[in-house]
């Protein structure tokens, strides 16, 4: 592998994925923009390009087992490994969302995007993962995933998105169980909170910007060779489970 850092990072063609991508690629490294619309993949390659970074598209549905799979032999072929991936493609599922009058296959879509898509691509990508020096992945969560926090008297968290909070708080455990497997490597797994970010997937409601949503991503995937592994992480450190 070459020196320079690759870094792929899923949902980039917008929001804090295109951020993070944008984060990453101002360090010098070289970015895949993993994204399923060819038309927004292209045109944040060319925004990114543009802008200085060496970006390439990466066509990828992590909800499809076949994607995954090209998606690493293109990279492989494209850049000829990987060190970091960011895990940053997520759906909210629409609403309402309360338990009792949630569709459960809303719940199994938003579940099969934010929880297994992850497993999907971490999995393609660990070969590559496993030959870099210092290998990172970077879980997108939310703070609203976090159970301790759902359960804190006089903690506001705002509406009940079941299938939506539940994914976050799976996509937790996953990780948890990530960095368990990987004790015994170099590869360094946590999941990361952006905050309330305003981006299209809350409507834009959001009191953050997405640059702002993106730095704890580009934190997590520079962290030093002793950083934490297995953790939940926002701006001001430590998230609670």
Known sequence: MSEQRIALVTGANKGIGYEIAAGLGSLGWRIGVGARDRQRRDTAVEKLRAA????????????????????????????????????????????????????????????????????????????????????RIVNMSSSVGSLSLQTTPGVHMGPIPVAYLTSKTFLNAVTVQYARELSDTNILINSGCPGYTATDLNGFQGVRTPQQGA???????????????????????TVPW
Not at 57 to 69: E, I, N, Q, R, Y
Not at 114 to 119: A, E, S
Request: hydrophobic share 45%; net charge negative.
């Open 215 to 237: 730095a704890i991503a580009i934190h997590l995937a520079t962290l030093p060779d002793d950083g934490p592994t297995g953790g939940f992480f926002d701006d001001g450190g």
């Open 52 to 135: 200085g970074a060496d970006a390439f598209g990466v066509p990828l549905d992590v909800a499809d087992d076949a994607s995954a799979a090209a998606a690493a032999e293109l990279i492989a072929d494209h850049a000829g490994g990987l060190d970091v991936l960011v895990n940053n493609a997520a759906i909210t599922g629409g609403s309402p969302q309360t338990p009792t009058t949630v569709d459960p296959t809303t719940v199994r879509t938003v579940v099969e995007t934010n929880v297994i898509g992850v497993i999907r691509v971490t999995n393609a990508m660990l070969p590559m993962l496993r030959g870099s020096a210092s290998p």
